[in-house]
Antibody, heavy 121, light 107 residues
């Protein structure tokens, strides 16, 4: 079974850091691009960051560029999101997502259940 | 950055109705457009990719069309399980983005 399991969400103070992890199973992780998407409580979906299969192409939303860093370890079937200088507006449920097509960016076919990040003093 | 605009933001419909949702991109994205369904408390699910291709396991009452900057999602013969929020998403370029969502409610 294809599965993505996020971890690392927590309640943190503004300005602090947090690292999210996503453990993948059931597919050849190193063949697919991966993404992080977040959803603030009661709000819509916001794409946060994406990374291609070999980490050669990486993108960020304007709202997180310079503060968040996406990375992956294909040997460990894992995706990460390092979040620095956290703000209240970063409060959201963060989803780890697998891209649908081998070797490219296309659509998001597998979603994790999400990990909650709350930023508050 | 490419902006994605969905309309309407909400629609009330009855079981058996046909519902059409529109998504507009601020620039040409060819057919790099996907549609998702999200129910409360659940992760979104992929319905349509490449503007008009039906994802595996998705009922055929869902269909997508369009190219360039204007796209539509049509739900024919609406079922009770289709009441949810729908989002479009462009994967043409970074930063990728979603539309604001369309909530399909029971009339």
């Amino acid at each position: 079974e294809v599965q993505l399991v996020e971890s690392g969400g927590d309640l943190v103070q503004p300005g602090r850091s947090l690292r999210l992890s996503c453990a993948a199973s059931g597919f050849t992780f190193g063949d697919y691009a991966m993404h992080w998407v977040r959803q603030a409580p009661g709000k819509g979906l916001e794409w946060v960051s994406g990374i291609n299969w070999n980490s050669g192409t990486i993108g960020y939303a304007d709202s997180v560029r310079g503060r968040f860093t996406i990375s992956r370890d294909n040997a460990k079937n894992s995706l990460y999101l390092q979040m620095n200088s956290l703000r209240a507006e970063d409060t959201a449920l963060y989803y780890c997502i697998k891209d649908k097509d081998w070797g490219s960016f296309s659509a998001f076919d597998i979603w994790g259940q999400g990990t909650m990040v709350s930023v508050s003093s | 950055d490419i902006q994605m605009t969905q309309s309407p933001s909400s629609v009330s419909a009855s079981v058996g109705d046909t519902v059409t949702i529109t998504c507009r991109a601020s620039q040409d994205i060819t057919n790099w457009l996907a549609w998702y369904q999200q129910k409360p408390g659940k992760a979104p699910k992929l319905l349509i990719y490449a503007a008009s291709s039906l994802h595996s396991g998705v009922p055929s009452r869902f269909s997508g069309s369009g190219s360039g900057t204007e796209f539509t999602l049509t739900i024919s013969s609406l079922q009770t399980e289709d009441f949810a929020t729908y989002y479009c998403q462009q994967s043409y370029s970074f930063p990728q983005g979603f539309g604001g969502g369309t909530k399909v409610e029971i009339k």
